[in-house]
C-alpha cells in the first residue's frame, strides 16, 4: 500500500468516524456538524480560509526559525560555558514553567495585535524542546570521541572550540532534529493562541468570527486546515532532517517503498 493510499484510506476512516458520532448522538449542526457540511463550508469559503491560513502560516514560520535560533545559540552557549549554565539553566525552565495562556496577553499588550505578537508566542514554544534536545545531545557525546579529540589537539584546554564544532556539534545534530520535530508539531499552538487572545487575522481569529456568528461549519473548515498545515509542517520538516543527517538513517523496517 502506498503512502497516499495509507493517507486517504486514514483520511476516509477519520470521516467514517465522525460521520458516525454525528449520527448517533444527533447533535444539531450547530453544534458538531457533518463532515459534508464542513467540506462544504472549506470549498464555498476556501479564498477566506486560504487567506487567513496564509497569516497562521507565515507567523507558524518565522516562530519556528527564530525558536530554532534561540534554542541552539542557548544550548551551544550553556554547553560552553560553565557559568552560563548557572544563569541560563533557570531561564530555559522558567520559559516553559508559566503557561502560554499566561504570557500571551503580555506579548499582544508589548507587541501590539500584529503578527509580531504572534511570532513570539510560537518563538517561545518552539524555544525549549529545541533548546532542552540540542543542550541534551551536546551533554552526551561519545566520550570515547572526546578523549581522541583531545588527544589529537592537545588536551582539554587547548582547542576547545575545535572540539565543539568538529565533535559535538555534528554527534549532537541527531537529538537537535528530535527537538525540531516536537517544535514542528507544536509550532501551530503558539500562533493560534496568540490569534484567539487579540489579532485581526489568521486561523485562531477566523475560529473565534466563525463561533461568534455561530458558523460551526466554517469554525471546524479552519480548523481542518490548521490540522492539515501543522501535519504538512511536520513531514517538511521531517523529511529536510533526514535529508540533512544521512548518517543517522532510520533503522526500522520500511513495511513500503
Same mark, same amino acid.
Given at each position: 500500500?502506498?503512502?497516499? $493510499?495509507?493517507?486517504?484510506?486514514?483520511?476516509?476512516?477519520? *470521516? /467514517?468516524?465522525?460521520?458516525?458520532?454525528?449520527?448517533?448522538?444527533?447533535?444539531?449542526?450547530?453544534?458538531?456538524?457533518?463532515?459534508?457540511?464542513? =467540506?462544504?463550508?472549506?470549498?464555498?469559503?476556501?479564498?477566506?480560509?486560504?487567506?487567513?491560513?496564509?497569516?497562521?502560516?507565515?507567523?507558524?514560520?518565522?516562530?519556528? @526559525?527564530?525558536?530554532? /535560533?534561540?534554542? $541552539?545559540?542557548? /544550548?551551544?552557549?550553556?554547553?560552553? #560555558?560553565?557559568?552560563? +549554565?548557572?544563569?541560563?539553566?533557570?531561564?530555559?525552565?522558567?520559559?516553559? /514553567? @508559566?503557561?502560554?495562556?499566561?504570557?500571551?496577553?503580555?506579548?499582544?499588550?508589548?507587541?501590539g495585535y500584529g503578527m509580531a505578537s504572534k511570532v513570539g508566542m510560537a518563538t517561545l514554544i518552539i524555544y525549549f524542546p =529545541?533548546?532542552?534536545? #540540542?543542550?541534551?545531545?551536546?551533554?552526551?557525546?561519545?566520550?570515547?570521541?572526546?578523549?581522541?579529540?583531545?588527544?589529537?589537539?592537545?588536551?582539554? +584546554?587547548?582547542?576547545?572550540?575545535?572540539?565543539?564544532?568538529?565533535? +559535538?556539534?555534528?554527534?549532537?545534530?541527531?537529538?537537535?532534529?528530535?527537538?525540531?520535530?516536537?517544535?514542528?508539531?507544536?509550532?501551530?499552538?503558539?500562533?493560534?493562541?496568540?490569534?484567539?487572545?487579540?489579532?485581526?487575522?489568521?486561523?485562531?481569529?477566523?475560529?473565534?468570527?466563525?463561533?461568534?456568528? =455561530?458558523?460551526?461549519?466554517? *469554525?471546524?473548515?479552519?480548523?481542518?486546515?490548521?490540522?492539515?498545515?501543522?501535519?504538512?509542517?511536520?513531514?517538511?520538516?521531517?523529511?529536510?532532517?533526514?535529508?540533512?543527517?544521512?548518517?543517522?538513517?532510520?533503522?526500522?523496517?520500511?513495511?513500503?517503498?
Open positions: 500500500m502506498t503512502r497516499i $493510499v495509507r493517507i486517504a484510506v486514514t483520511v476516509a476512516g477519520l *470521516m /467514517a468516524v465522525w460521520q458516525a458520532i454525528v449520527w448517533i448522538s444527533g447533535a444539531p449542526p450547530y453544534l458538531l456538524p457533518s463532515p459534508l457540511d464542513t =467540506v462544504i463550508a472549506l470549498t464555498t469559503r476556501a479564498g477566506l480560509i486560504a487567506g487567513h491560513a496564509l497569516v497562521t502560516l507565515s507567523e507558524i514560520v518565522a516562530g519556528l @526559525i527564530l525558536g530554532t /535560533a534561540l534554542g $541552539v545559540v542557548s /544550548a551551544v552557549v550553556i554547553a560552553s #560555558f560553565r557559568p552560563a +549554565r548557572r544563569w541560563l539553566m533557570p531561564v530555559l525552565v522558567t520559559s516553559q /514553567a @508559566i503557561p502560554v495562556f499566561a504570557i500571551a496577553p503580555l506579548l499582544v499588550l508589548w507587541l =529545541v533548546a532542552s534536545s #540540542f543542550l541534551d545531545g551536546l551533554r552526551r557525546t561519545e566520550t570515547r570521541w572526546i578523549d581522541l579529540a583531545h588527544t589529537m589537539t592537545g588536551g582539554p +584546554r587547548a582547542r576547545p572550540f575545535a572540539v565543539l564544532r568538529h565533535v +559535538r556539534l555534528p554527534a549532537a545534530l541527531p537529538a537537535l532534529a528530535s527537538g525540531l520535530r516536537v517544535a514542528a508539531a507544536v509550532a501551530p499552538i503558539g500562533a493560534v493562541v496568540g490569534e484567539w487572545v487579540g489579532s485581526g487575522a489568521g486561523l485562531g481569529y477566523l475560529m473565534l468570527q466563525a463561533n461568534a456568528r =455561530v458558523q460551526i461549519d466554517l *469554525m471546524f473548515a479552519a480548523l481542518l486546515t490548521l490540522a492539515a498545515l501543522a501535519v504538512t509542517l511536520y513531514f517538511l520538516v521531517d523529511l529536510a532532517l533526514r535529508k540533512a543527517i544521512p548518517w543517522q538513517p532510520d533503522t526500522l523496517p520500511e513495511s513500503d517503498p
